[in-house]
């Protein structure tokens, strides 16, 4: 029994710890908390495969609708003032995964 859930605790770890940065309460340092008690090694490792899966679905809803981008309307609006913050969000993003 506790092998399966070796198992399925090596794939299903991967999926919440997205969920857990891209939920605006926690972020990644509630990942760095969780993983240091549950844990014992490789958790820098762990931390970056779950940085290096965000931003591989953040780079994949970008090239996906990076041709929505041109037909944005710059109408004022709440769509439009929503998709801006999204936007420079985007960008704060990829600023803090280049530094």
């Keep these: ?9 090596d ?3 991967e999926i919440l710890g997205v969920a857990c940065v891209l ?3 926690f972020k990644l ?3 760095e908390v969780c993983y240091c008690s549950i844990f ?11 940085k290096d899966i965000c931003y591989a679905l953040f780079h994949e809803y970008q090239e996906k609708y ?3 981008k041109a037909s ?12 801006l913050a999204l936007q420079i969000l985007m960008e ?3 600023i803090q995964k280049t530094s």
């Excluded at 944005?72 to 998709?83: C, H, L, V």
Aim: charged residues 30%; negative net charge; without cysteine.
């Design 23 to 25: 939920d605006p309460m």
């Design 72 to 83: 944005i309307p710059n109408a004022s609006g709440d769509s439009s003032k929503a998709s």
């Design 40 to 50: 014992d090694f490789d958790i820098d490792d762990k931390v970056d495969m779950i």
């Design 1 to 9: 029994m506790f092998d399966k859930f070796l198992k399925y605790w």
């Design 92 to 94: 704060v993003w990829v």
């Design 29 to 31: 340092n509630m990942v």
């Design 66 to 68: 990076k041709h929505l």
């Design 11 to 13: 794939v299903i770890h």
